[in-house]
Structure formats: C-alpha cells, structure tokens
C-alpha cells in the first residue's frame, strides 16, 4: 500500500468519500467539497481521495496495474481517518473502484455512489485500446494523445462541449496534468478489473446510480444495469450532461448525493 494518500477535505458530517474518473484527481470533486458539506459545514465530511498515481499521491510503477490495490487504498485512508463506515462514490473509474471496495470490504460502506461508471468487464476490443494508449503515452512521455482523443468529447457531454468552453479549458489543464506513468498503470489496471453486477446484487445499504443523459463513454443503459441488480436503489438520469456529470450539472448531481446521505442517515 502506498504511504502517502493524498485527499481534498470539508466538513464534518457524514462521511462521504469520492473517487475520481481516469485521468483525472480529486479536483474534479471541488463542486462537490464546496456544496456538500452544507452552509454550516455539518451534513457531511467529504473526503475526496487522490488515487495512486494522480494528483498529490504517488505510485510505484513495478506495483502489479489492480483496482484492488486502489480499493486497499482506501480501507487504509478510513482507517487512518477514524472512519468504520462511509458513503463512497466513485465516477467513471472511481466507480470501477468503489465496486472493488465493495467486493473486497463491504462492512466499510454505509452507502455506495455510482456515478457514469459499469458493473461489466471490459471486451477484448476495449483491453486491445487501453494498451494501445498505455504504450502510447509511455512512449512519447506526454498524455498529448488523451487531449486529443478525449477532450472535450467523449469526456463530456455534446451540450457542454459545445457551450461550456471554460469548462472545457478547465478539463484540458486537468488532463494536461496526469502524469503518463500514472495513466498507463491505471489504464492497464481498468483492463484486469472483473464484472461486479453479481457484487451490486449482494449490496446491503442504499445506493444511488447518476449518470448524464450525453454519456456516451458509459451510457444511460450501464447505469440501467446496475439499478437492475441493486437491491436498494434510486437512479438519477441527468439532462444535458455527458460522462463528468458532477462537474457539468454539480447542482442536479449534489441534489442527488444529499438525497442517497438522507436514506443512509
Ligand atoms: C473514466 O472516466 O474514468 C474512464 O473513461 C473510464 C474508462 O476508461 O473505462
């Protein structure tokens, strides 16, 4: 496990933890850390967690690429925080890794957020791709090839793209940041990861699925999915937003997050 986790934290009460989508950190949570909490700061502790590689937290590149580790991750931050049980949501990757967290530790969960993100495996075409990017960005040393193949489409939705442009410089400096060896661990990880609908069907506190209506990196019918098999669920479709719901509609999404914090309280 790494040493040094880093996290961006607010308030103070119930405990909500936040994973970020791939390749970015937990800036992309600051709508989140700034509403959340509350006017007066007691409705919830947001904890928005840097994962290995990204942001303030560091990786060992010879660590084997795993979501699992990313999952022992952050049962060592809670515990390290004094924290037995949180609500954690995770979009995109963050979900793939708040999955794992499920699997590996589900008595550390109060509630589960899944925000843009899939309960399937990868398929072949899509490993094939993700290795494709991860000797890509190695080799040239630059994440060049993500700005370009990602920005501001798919990594947002058509309405925001095409509206939002300081949005869309904002993604581009946040992109521009990842450092590639982080990027090519995580993509090579996202590639082992395994299918957790069986887990989602087991899951015994409540959960809420987001997800934007323009999502086409995962769309409105992965998120279907998961409400299918979640015994305790309120799914939350999001117009005119893309993949990075909670920082193109932060209001409907934080709505939406207040409301699963009420069912877990
Ligand atoms: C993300 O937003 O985290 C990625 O698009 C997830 C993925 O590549 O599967």
């Known amino acids: 496990m ?27 949570w600051q709508p989140q850390l700034d509403e959340l909490p509350g006017t007066d700061g007691s409705e919830a502790r ?22 699992d580790l990313l999952a022992d991750d952050v049962a060592l931050l809670l515990d390290r925080a004094g924290i037995e049980r949180a609500v954690v949501g995770g979009l995109s990757m963050g979900g793939y890794v708040a999955m794992a ?32 990017i991860a000797e890509a960005v190695l080799a040239r040393d ?18 925001t793209a095409a509206e939002r442009p300081k949005l869309v410089d904002r993604l581009r400096r946040m992109v521009g940041e990842a450092p590639p ?10 590639a082992a990861r395994p299918a957790s609908l069986d887990v989602l ?13 323009e999502d086409t990196i995962t769309p409105v019918a992965d998120a279907e999915a998961m409400a299918a098999v979640l015994p305790d669920v309120v799914l939350t479709v ?3 937003a893309g993949h990075l719901s909670s920082l193109e509609a932060p209001d409907t999404f934080n709505w939406a997050v207040r409301g699963l914090l009420e069912r877990v309280r």
């Not at 996290?7 to 937990?26: I, N, Y």
């Not at 994962?51 to 084997?64: K, Q, S, V």
């Not at 069907?201 to 209506?213: D, I, K, N, S, W």
């Open 238 to 240: 999001i117009p005119a």
């Open 2 to 28: 790494t040493d040094r986790i880093s996290v961006r934290e607010t308030g103070t009460g119930t405990p909500l933890v936040l994973l970020h989508a791939f390749p970015l950190s937990s800036r992309m």
């Open 46 to 67: 947001v904890l928005a967690v840097d994962l290995r590689g990204f942001g303030g937290t560091g990786l060992d590149p010879a660590d084997e690429p795993s979501l």
């Open 181 to 190: 060896e982080a990027v090519a661990w995580a993509q090579r990880a996202m």
């Open 201 to 213: 069907a087991e899951l015994a506190v409540p959960a809420l699925v987001v997800v934007g209506e």
């Open 101 to 132: 967290l499920a699997r590996r530790h589900p008595g550390r969960l109060s509630g589960l957020l899944l925000a843009d993100t899939k309960a399937t495996a990868d398929t072949e075409q899509a490993r094939a791709n993700r290795e494709r």
């Open 142 to 159: 630059s994440v060049a090839l993500l700005l370009n193949e990602q920005v501001p489409s798919p990594l947002l939705g058509a309405t």
